[in-house]
């Protein structure tokens, strides 16, 4: 019988968290706050992002049979079917937090962005660079329903940045099982530089502003860059796997740095809240760990 761990670990629970800055990162950018209903629209990612995460088990059951035997439909603790269950509702609760939240300008951009989680795990992760595309995308347009359809000229920049970081992470994920390359982990911490810098660039301000945008830059870098650093020496699968999971765990700082580069300082305080609960969950001893990849 399946338990309520289980499907934790199905869904990825500790990755849910790093999702949960896209729509807060796209509201700030289009100079939206996310208050009152709106404030909805990062469950609303969460569960898409969960759901894509079941859909992604049932989709690669076969080849996790071989490889990831551990994992929750392999090893019998989920069947297929309720993976696809549970990928569909959360889908589909999804979309109506989508609707409620954001009304029909979010839910013009959520819809597309279900439909690319879907393609994703069913048919372009199949195809390296095209999946890694596909999957930038998705996090681009998560990023996009925060500013909603009206205001997505805004929050292009903010898109970009975070679609660029996931397609880097998505490469890197690609060698989790039997390594990667050096050129491909050295493109991917080339990009975290880019990144950086891109976060910097045209940044302009008084000190309280600028120092709380300059900490965040630096903790999204100082997360992520040494594992790829150290992938791109020895581009075996263990340090595959951990600069995949660090680069996982530097969307939040992203995030944050985003909103403090457009002004708005609470909803990088949140974000900070998140990330630390992120290092609690992360840091506890005893219990079954989840992996976020």
């Given at each position: 019988?399946?338990?309520?761990?289980?499907?934790?670990?199905?869904?990825?629970?500790?990755?849910?968290?790093?999702?949960?800055?896209?729509?807060?990162?796209?509201?700030?950018?289009?100079?939206?706050?996310?208050?009152?209903?709106?404030?909805?629209?990062?469950?609303?990612?969460?569960?898409?992002?969960?759901?894509?995460?079941?859909?992604n088990d049932y989709a690669d059951?076969?080849?996790?049979?071989?490889?990831?035997?551990?994992?929750?439909?392999?090893?019998?603790?989920?069947?297929?079917?309720?993976?696809?269950?549970?990928?569909?509702?959360?889908?589909?609760?999804?979309?109506?937090?989508?609707?409620?939240?954001?009304?029909?300008?979010?839910?013009?951009?959520?819809?597309?962005?279900?439909?690319?989680?879907?393609?994703?795990?069913?048919?372009?992760?199949?195809h390296a660079l095209i999946g890694a595309a596909s999957m930038g995308s998705c996090r681009a347009l998560d990023v996009l329903m925060g500013a909603g359809a009206g205001h997505v000229r805004q929050a292009l920049g903010a898109a970009g940045i975070m679609g660029g970081h996931t397609v880097a992470v998505t490469l890197l994920s690609q060698g989790e099982v039997e390594g990667t390359d050096a050129a491909t982990a050295s493109g991917v911490a080339a990009t975290t530089g880019l990144l950086t810098a891109a976060l910097m660039a045209g940044s302009a301000g008084p000190p309280a502003r600028m120092l709380p945008m300059l900490a965040a830059t630096a903790a999204y870098a100082v997360r992520c860059a040494p594992a790829q650093l150290r992938a791109a020496r020895n581009p075996v699968a263990h340090n595959a796997l951990e600069a995949t999971k660090a680069g996982i765990r530097a969307m939040v700082p992203l995030q944050t740095a985003l909103a403090l580069r457009y002004g708005h300082p609470a909803a990088a305080g949140a974000l900070v809240a998140v990330d630390v609960v992120g290092r609690v969950l992360r840091s506890r001893p005893g219990g079954r760990k989840v992996s976020e990849s």
């Open positions: 019988m399946s338990t309520f761990g289980d499907y934790v670990e199905l869904v990825r629970a500790p990755a849910i968290l790093t999702v949960l800055g896209d729509t807060a990162a796209g509201a700030a950018a289009s100079g939206r706050l996310l208050r009152g209903r709106r404030l909805g629209l990062p469950l609303a990612s969460a569960c898409l992002y969960a759901g894509g995460m079941a859909l059951r076969d080849v996790d049979a071989r490889e990831r035997p551990e994992r929750p439909i392999p090893s019998g603790r989920i069947s297929a079917r309720r993976a696809l269950g549970t990928a569909s509702a959360l889908t589909a609760a999804g979309l109506g937090l989508c609707a409620l939240a954001g009304g029909r300008g979010a839910l013009a951009i959520g819809i597309p962005l279900a439909a690319s989680i879907w393609t994703y795990d069913l048919a372009a992760k199949k």
